[in-house]
């Protein structure tokens, strides 16, 4: 499906592959791994046995036209080499059983997905099926039933819940909030186009602007949760979550793990879901029971959640401590540590064109209709959408009347009719200014960044006009009807002629001819 | 071999092909349209017939990755139509008789095609194997003794010489410069990367920086065989060429044919030339007899010259009237006409950098070496190259004593150890600086042109600086050789650790941590 990955290669297998077991049961496709330091040490010795090949090159090159686009035959062969097949293949099964046909898959597995633009912003609120899913592991099938939440760590006392106790009223009053959560690798092909970064093991997915969904989550505030457990003991002040998926780092195998700060759920801006726009969460969201944190990277709103520990500092866990970290432009390769980038946590302002999408040629009569999201994290909303046709030197506000609800922790969809003169390429580009008056980085290059995370700048298209309020263009339009020709793609040669001899002549004698007259 | 373009169908051909004879002996390959407007008109019947593919898309998607790039299978089927497939065939023999073998084929047929940069820029003056190549239609055979020329038109005594006697130096001083010929198309790559133009039946080559090169022509001064000729008589002002070569424009058949003002003729810029670099003409660069004409776009360098005729006004034919034309960005498909570009003569001050490549990653200590080359036409010169290593912010003045030669008709190569502090994606960019004080567009987008013609913004590349006079970065290449692994490429992942935890724990407690006191 995708050429420039290499298929899945046979194993040299030097042991026998143990069998690793669920350990709860009702919890397919759930190995637990934190509890159990033994087995992760048997992983670590198993995949030394193994020379993984190299993950495709797809920043180097050209990204494959396949969908999927990538497969994720590396991470697939993680999961084999510890005899996990049947996690990657029944992940599959639930992406299609639960998402839009017709989403890009920018990675198999784990999946990673997103709805068509059009969909995308024609509401408010995503639905499920077209809401984007970034795992970074398979999908495990947990009962309800079965279902229990641990609660342990620094709180005074450490309880196990089960879901029918969350959902209890008389225990936690259960909220609704509309939130959006948004992957760091929103937008993230503009990074690649520009600039080549991180290949990591886990493959940075190709995303374009679809990595952003809105939902209304129903569930209970941890600040609620935490208080029924009698609160934190000192010196606590992060709340680690613990997802049922299995994750990898540099040869060793983990639960997937994050965190967030104390002060981030007193905020009551941590909500423990389950339930997503009136229904149970489907399977790839998380079912039964997921974390939402408003306004944060989406990687800590933690799926398949099973257990909450109350800790001093942030999460030792790799995808805490070791990914989604936001460098300056000078780090890379060569100088990279897990110190110098930022820990992502709040997102920052940011927004996007959805419609048109770049290289469209657009045949219009003075305005193009043009229309996207505009997002800020961290407790902030956009106040303002700017749209500008000429890269950025004129700017146009985007009517207060077509943009959507302001919500604290949600997006906003807004529409304008761009006033187009100019002919030729264009470069449309938008920028949004939040309520605490962020706006974005100017250029993709102002804030390109090694671990391709974060691509918040202005969102520049390039669109070719076409205005046909121009009389040399209603002329040319007319003569190729009156040819039976269409003026899409421009690239295909004009089969007429661009102007009769009679025509060049006057013109000619019109403009002095070519040269000087003396 | 070139996968995106379609294999040569087979004609559906009305009637019997008929066999246009060469019309002259010693002259294969040569089909004379121009006297014969009965044969004319009988090809442009002919081609009625056929409905001929659409030429490739190759500036929507990526170029494929071949060589030949691009196979011209449309232009090789106008040839097959009229039953000419043979001038084809043998004109990709003497490519492979005449030219380097590791030339890129940025087009098969009309072969176009130059060197590999390293040879580009190893010497002043070309071999003539690596000279660019940018031919129009197919390479005849013409026989030294059976050649004439034929002086015709306004001139007092239309006259036929022979090669015999235009090389006699009792009738004529023979002449050798120095000259640079450049192709219009020259790093046409970047404006197709940036925005798509042209789609013309005469595939526009996607030449990146080779097509241009440096020759000593020795032949005769235009100016002195006029003269023999008794000088034009009123009103001429314009010679217009022919070659032996067809060519085809919207479903007709043509010499190919172009003109040069007198006034450049006059100034002794215009050179008939039997010898390149002290060797008869190559087969492909015109033997047995082209014109050379100075500072002007290749263009009107005829090859297998066969007529000069003085004429009133530039050449009517479609390569001098319908081609080579410069337009403003906000012209293109839905109104270009023929009048409303410029005709591209004389060319503009332009520069490109040949080492490094865009995309490389370089380890250096702090320098540099950027090598290019420089040209300005028009009979202007280049004086200061500049370098940046910044995008074009700061810019480096080429010593020089690092500059190649000064010449009034021709290139200078230049080197320079740039200074390069900063690391990580950095933006290398080159501007030259002319006689007249000319210099070149800040970006492609300042001067993007439908017809995708004089690419001449200064020449911006990619580089990856890895600077290990840096300490991290010197400490990150240690780590790397003590576990055998290699910087290259960026993108492959890094298999170590980033930092140990004691490390990363000290960095932490250094930075105060990842969050505010309180």
Not at 206 to 212: D, S, Y
Not at 237 to 265: C, H, I, M
Request: contains cysteine.
């Amino acid at each position: 499906m995708a050429p420039s990955e290499p298929n899945a290669i046979p194993f040299r297998a030097k042991g026998e592959i143990p069998q690793f077991k669920e350990e709860k049961e009702g919890w397919e496709g759930y190995i637990e791994w934190e509890k159990y330091p033994e087995k992760k040490k048997q992983v670590e010795a198993l995949l030394k046995q193994y020379d993984f090949p190299d993950p495709p090159e797809f920043q180097m090159v050209p990204l494959p036209k396949t969908n999927p686009v990538l497969t994720g035959e590396r991470w697939k062969q993680y999961h084999s080499a510890i005899g996990l097949d049947h996690i990657v293949d029944e992940s599959w099964r639930v992406v299609q059983n639960e998402k839009s046909a017709d989403m890009t898959h920018v990675l198999q597995f784990p999946y990673n997905g997103e709805a068509p633009g059009d969909r995308l912003i024609k509401t408010e609120i995503t639905p499920n099926k077209d809401h984007f899913v970034r795992n970074h592991g398979g999908v495990p099938s947990i009962s309800a039933d079965a279902y229990t939440l641990d609660i342990t760590g620094l709180v005074k006392n450490p309880t196990t819940l089960t879901l029918a106790q969350l959902q209890d009223e008389t225990l936690f009053p259960r909220q609704t909030n509309t939130v959006t959560i948004q992957c760091s690798g929103t937008r993230r092909i503009e990074q690649i186009h520009s600039y080549p970064g991180d290949g990591d093991e886990l493959i940075n997915a190709p995303w374009g602007e679809g990595a952003i969904s809105t939902a209304r989550w129903t569930g209970v505030s941890l600040k609620k949760v935490i208080k029924h457990c009698g609160g934190l003991l000192s010196p606590a002040d992060n709340l680690e979550f613990f997802g049922a998926d299995t994750y990898f780092k540099k040869g060793q195998v983990y639960n997937y793990a994050v965190s967030v700060p104390w002060r981030k759920v007193q905020a009551n801006e941590v909500l423990l879901a389950w339930e997503m726009n009136g229904e149970p969460l489907p399977r790839i969201h998380g079912y039964p029971l997921r974390v939402v944190v408003f306004g944060y990277i989406g990687a800590r709103s933690v799926k398949w959640l099973y257990e909450v520990r109350a800790i001093k500092g942030p999460s030792e866990a790799p995808v805490q401590k070791k990914e989604y970290l936001y460098y300056t432009p000078q780090v890379g390769k060569q100088n990279a540590l897990y110190s110098n980038g930022f820990s992502i946590q709040d997102m920052p302002v940011s927004s996007a064109i959805i419609s048109p999408v770049t290289m469209d040629q657009v045949v219009h009569q003075g305005r193009v209709k043009v229309k996207g999201w505009a997002y800020s994290g961290g407790g902030h909303w956009p106040v303002r959408v700017e749209v500008s046709g000429d890269g950025g030197s004129i700017w146009y506000e985007v009517p207060y009347e077509n943009m959507s609800t302001k919500y604290y922790y949600a997006w906003r969809l807004w529409e304008v009719d761009l006033p187009v003169d100019a002919e030729g390429w264009l470069e449309l580009c938008v920028r949004t200014w939040d309520n605490a008056m962020n706006t974005q980085p100017t250029y993709v290059r102002s804030a390109w960044n090694w671990d391709l995370h974060v691509t918040s700048s202005a969102h520049r298209i390039k669109v070719y006009s076409i205005n046909t309020s121009k009389p040399a263009t209603a002329a040319r339009m007319k003569q190729l009807e009156a040819a039976g020709l269409s003026i899409y793609p421009i690239t295909r040669p004009l089969k007429i002629e661009l102007e009769s001899d009679e025509d060049y002549d006057r013109e000619m004698a019109a403009r002095g001819g070519r040269d000087p007259l003396e």
